[in-house]
């Protein structure tokens, strides 16, 4: 299956600051990225759908001003957590289409906002 | 609504076999996946189910029924080292959406 680079694996920032979350596909091209988030003991919420190109899909109730996701290349997306607060603490993943049957996770980003 | 059922938990003993279920209702169905995930880390891919019938791959078998749209994760012989929770995910559409269940903590016991 693919491989994916997720950077960094854990980040502490204040709150009203930003964070940006990297994840690259680095053996396959990464057209589609799926973007979750996983509070503590619960399962893995869809934040939005990231395609090469074009502008990213949000599920609904997701602020699309405050996680701007960015899919430039074939092999990069990335999520960017504008404005944080200790609510958005959490553990974000991505989630890379691939071409086969079992898509494949980074490795995920455990943020916490102070 | 999109909703996908499984237990919240479940407990056995090292050998065992033990089945967690899954019952989903989506508004869209291409198929069922598993995954496992340990404490801190990402979740890794077990099985998949597109068609009815029985996956198996070593220790771990899934099956689907997509009639009654259930399916089940079977895990043999197991070990302490399955102590981790399992997700199962439908995929809702032809873009490849994944929509995950609650997860199940499986608890392997000595």
């Known amino acids: 299956g693919a491989v994916v680079s997720q950077h960094p694996s854990w980040v502490i920032c204040k709150s009203g600051t930003s964070v940006k979350i990297e994840c690259r596909s680095l053996?396959?091209?990464?057209?589609?990225m799926f973007w979750y988030r996983q509070f503590p003991k619960q399962s893995l919420m869809l934040m939005a759908t990231?395609?090469?190109?074009?502008?990213?899909?949000?599920e609904q109730g997701v602020e699309k001003d405050k996680f701007l996701i960015n899919h430039a290349s074939l092999t990069l997306s990335t999520l960017t957590v504008t404005s944080a607060h200790p609510e958005d603490s959490s553990f974000y993943i991505c989630?890379?289409?691939?071409f086969g049957v079992g898509y494949t996770f980074g490795s995920g980003t455990r943020l916490t906002v102070v | 609504g999109q909703s996908l059922e499984q237990p919240s938990e479940v407990t056995a003993v090292e050998g065992a076999i033990v089945q967690i279920n899954c019952t989903y209702q989506?508004?869209?169905?291409?198929?069922l996946s598993w995954y496992q995930q340990h404490d801190g880390g990402a979740p890794t891919f077990l099985s998949y189910?597109?068609?009815?019938g029985l996956e198996e791959t070593g220790r771990f078998s899934s099956f689907l029924s997509r009639s009654d749209s259930y399916g089940y994760l079977l895990l043999q012989e197991l070990q302490m080292k399955d102590s981790a929770s399992y997700f199962c995910?439908?995929?809702?559409?032809?873009?490849?959406?994944?929509?995950f269940g609650q997860g199940t903590e499986l608890s392997v016991k000595p």
């Open positions: 995910a439908v995929r809702e559409d032809q873009g490849g959406k994944l929509i």
């Open positions: 989506t508004s869209g169905f291409y198929g």
């Open positions: 053996d396959f091209q990464a057209t589609t």
């Open positions: 990231s395609n090469e190109g074009s502008k990213a899909t949000y």
């Open positions: 189910n597109a068609l009815d």
């Open positions: 989630l890379d289409r691939g």
